[in-house]
């Protein structure tokens, strides 16, 4: 069974930075591209960013170019976001999501982990 | 950016009776066309891909239609678990975008 498990959520200081993880196992993790999808509460869904399975190819959501980076660590079957100078429109729950076809990171992703909730505020 | 506009934003049925929610795209996606289903508490969950393939495990009820900007998820005979928010996403061009959402409630 595919599981996906976030972490690293928290409160933090608009400006500051965070870490999300999100580990993963029930699959072979460095054949799916993964990404990464935000919903502020009670609020609709926004893709963040996608990275491939191993070529490193990424997207990024114009909101959060240049500040936040997407990684992945093959070898132990973990997503990475590293999100910098964070505002409060950042706020928001962060799932992780593995695409459905292996190999092509352009494609539908599915499942979604339970999420991790990012809260900005001083 | 691709913009997608889901209409109604809530639709009040009864169960047993069918749901039809519609996705219109601001330029054509082509079939790049996804449906979600999201419950309260939990991440949504992939319906329908390439705008008419239920994905996995997912109950003949639900179909999808449509190409380029016009998209349909009908829900034939509603069960009391299908009463949640659904969502499109579009993956044509990135950004990768959704609707906002329509809302199906019990009356």
């Known amino acids: 069974e595919v599981q996906l498990v976030e972490s690293g959520g928290g409160l933090v200081q608009p400006g500051g930075s965070l870490r999300l993880s999100c580990a993963a196992s029930?699959?072979?993790?460095?054949?799916?591209?993964m990404g990464w999808v935000r919903q502020a509460p009670g609020k609709g869904l926004e893709w963040v960013s996608v990275?491939?399975?191993?070529?490193?190819?990424?997207n990024y959501a114009d909101s959060v170019k240049g500040r936040f980076t997407i990684s992945r660590d093959n070898s132990k079957n973990t997503l990475y976001l590293q999100m910098s100078s964070l505002k409060a429109g950042d706020s928001a729950l962060y799932y992780c999501?593995?695409?459905?076809?292996?190999?092509?990171?352009?494609?539908?992703?599915?499942?979604w982990g339970q999420g991790t909730l990012v809260t900005v505020s001083s | 950016e691709i913009v997608l506009t889901q209409s109604p934003a809530t639709l009040s049925l009864s169960p047993g009776e069918r749901a039809t929610l519609s996705c219109r795209a601001s330029?054509?996606?082509?079939?790049?066309l996804a449906w979600y289903q999201q419950k309260p508490g939990q991440a949504p969950r992939l319906l329908i891909f390439?705008?008419?393939t239920r994905a996995t495990g997912i109950p003949a009820r639900f179909s999808g239609s449509g190409s380029g900007t016009d998209f349909t998820l009908t829900i034939s005979g509603l069960e009391p678990e299908d009463f949640a928010v659904y969502y499109c996403?579009?993956?044509?061009?990135?950004?990768?975008?959704f609707g906002q959402g329509t809302k199906v409630e019990i009356k």
């Open positions: 330029q054509s996606v082509g079939r790049y």
């Open positions: 999501a593995k695409a459905v076809v292996q190999g092509v990171i352009s494609d539908w992703f599915d499942p």
């Open positions: 029930g699959f072979t993790f460095r054949h799916y591209a």
């Open positions: 996403q579009q993956r044509s061009s990135w950004p990768w975008t």
């Open positions: 990275i491939s399975a191993s070529t490193g190819n990424t």
């Open positions: 390439e705008a008419s």
